[in-house]
């Protein structure tokens, strides 16, 4: 069975940094799109950047020139560095895998971490 594991979290002051990292594990052939969620508190949860496996990037227009995603296809990781962090970022952060191939047969699809929380304080 495929797992998202979050860690990273943590209270950090405005201004300041955090670095976000999710970490796949199980019997896994390969990793498509993987992403950053988050949800904070009586909000929906939201995308916050997304990155395929090629590497390409997209972010939400609230975190660009401030989060920068990234991922490491041989080791089936995803960090997401966050910089200049505002107290409106303060949410629970989720990682997710669109589509995680477990066999030449097998997908497991819509994969979630259970969330570390970020916490910014004004």
């Known amino acids: 069975q495929v797992q998202l594991v979050e860690s990273g979290g943590g209270l950090v002051q405005a201004g300041g940094s955090l670095r976000l990292s999710c970490a796949a594990s199980g019997k896994m052939l390969s990793i498509n799109n993987m992403a950053w969620h988050r949800q904070g508190p009586g909000k929906e949860r939201e995308l916050v950047a997304r990155?395929?496996?090629?590497?390409?990037?997209e972010y939400a227009d609230s975190v660009k020139g401030r989060f920068t995603i990234s991922r490491d296809n041989t080791k089936n990781t995803a960090v997401l560095q966050m910089n200049n962090l505002k107290p409106e970022d303060t949410a629970v952060y989720f990682c997710n895998a669109d589509e995680i191939s477990i066999s030449r047969l097998s997908s497991a699809f819509d994969v979630w971490g259970r969330g570390t929380q970020v916490t910014v304080s004004s």
């Open positions: 990155i395929s496996r090629s590497g390409n990037t």
